[in-house]
C-alpha cells in the first residue's frame, strides 16, 4: 500500500503529532511492501506539491493537534488546496482518508465536532472515508517518562499494523485509544483534587516561565479600553 500522511502539527518535526505518527509508522512498516511518505503542513510553501502526492497514493491519513476546538489554520489551507487540486467527478480512484486527531484535553468530546466535519470533508472530496482516530490527553507526553507513554505507543504502533495490511483502523484500538467522551464521576473528583493542590497547573506553569509569560498571565490583550 502506498500511505501519505501529513502532519498538521504548526511544530512540525518536534510535535506530539510527529511522536504518535512515528509510532503508527513502525507498525505500518511491518508488511514489507508497504511505503509511505511523511509531509509537514507547517511547510506551507509546499502544499500544491503535497496534494499532488495524495492524488498518488491509494491512502492518506491527516493527523493533526486539536486547537480551539477545531484544527490548526496550516491544516484547513491545505484541505482548501486539495480541494481546488481535486475535481471529484473527474480524478479517478482517489485514495481513502483517515484522520487522527490528538488533543490537549483528556475527553474524547471536544474532538467529536471535528470530526464529523472530517467525514463530510472526505464525501465531499470523493473519498471513502476510513474513520477518525482521537485522542485526548496527549499534552505534556514529551515530558513523561516513557514508562507512561508505553501503551499508547505500543496502541499506536498496532494501529499502524493493522493499518498496514486492512487499510482501516481497528475498530477496538480506535475506541480504547479515544477512551471515554467525559471523565468519570471518580475522574472529576481526583482532577478536583490534583487542582487544589495545584499539581494540575503546574505543567502551564512551567511552561509560562520558559517563555517569561508568567508575570503577564492574567494580560487581557482583547479587553475594550474604556
Ligand atoms: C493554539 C492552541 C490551541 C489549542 N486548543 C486546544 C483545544 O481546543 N482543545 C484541546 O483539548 N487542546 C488544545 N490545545 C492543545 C493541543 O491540542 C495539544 O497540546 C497537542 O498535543 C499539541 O500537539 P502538537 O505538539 O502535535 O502540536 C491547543 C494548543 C494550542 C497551542
Given at each position: 500500500m502506498r500511505l501519505?500522511?501529513?502532519?498538521g502539527s504548526p511544530r512540525g518535526r518536534i510535535?506530539?503529532?510527529?511522536?504518535?505518527?512515528?509510532?503508527?509508522?513502525?507498525?505500518?512498516?511491518?508488511?514489507?511492501?508497504?511505503?509511505?511518505?511523511?509531509?509537514?503542513?507547517?511547510?506551507?510553501?509546499?502544499?500544491?506539491?503535497?496534494?499532488e502526492k495524495f492524488r498518488n497514493a491509494q491512502a492518506a491519513i491527516i493527523a493533526f493537534p486539536l486547537y480551539g476546538?477545531?484544527?490548526?489554520?496550516?491544516?484547513?489551507?491545505?484541505?482548501?488546496?486539495?480541494?481546488?487540486?481535486?475535481?471529484?467527478?473527474?480524478?479517478?480512484?482517489l485514495p481513502a482518508l483517515g484522520f487522527i486527531i490528538q488533543s490537549g484535553f483528556p475527553e474524547a468530546i471536544h474532538s467529536r465536532y471535528?470530526?464529523?466535519?472530517?467525514?463530510?470533508?472526505?464525501l465531499r472530496l470523493g473519498t471513502r472515508y476510513i474513520g477518525t482516530v482521537i485522542r485526548g490527553g496527549v499534552e505534556g507526553i514529551q515530558i513523561k517518562p516513557l514508562f507512561l507513554n508505553r501503551r499508547l505507543f505500543i496502541a499506536f504502533s498496532s494501529l499502524g499494523r493493522h493499518f498496514g495490511v486492512t487499510k482501516e483502523f481497528h475498530p477496538i484500538i480506535t475506541r480504547k485509544l479515544a477512551g471515554r467522551d467525559k471523565m468519570s464521576a471518580l475522574g472529576r473528583f481526583m482532577f478536583h483534587i490534583l487542582k487544589m493542590t495545584g499539581l494540575a497547573d503546574m505543567y502551564w506553569k512551567m511552561n509560562l516561565k520558559k517563555h517569561g509569560a508568567y508575570n503577564r498571565r492574567f494580560d487581557q490583550p482583547y479587553k475594550p479600553a474604556l
Open positions: 501519505v500522511l501529513y502532519n510535535s506530539n503529532t510527529a511522536i504518535l505518527l512515528d509510532h503508527f509508522i513502525r507498525g505500518f512498516k511491518a508488511s514489507e511492501e508497504n511505503s509511505f511518505e511523511l509531509m509537514y503542513l507547517n511547510q506551507v510553501k509546499s502544499h500544491q506539491d503535497f496534494a476546538d477545531s484544527m490548526p489554520t496550516i491544516v484547513k489551507d491545505f484541505i482548501e488546496t486539495l480541494g481546488t487540486k481535486i475535481d471529484s467527478g473527474k480524478t479517478p480512484m471535528i470530526e464529523k466535519y472530517c467525514e463530510k470533508l472526505a
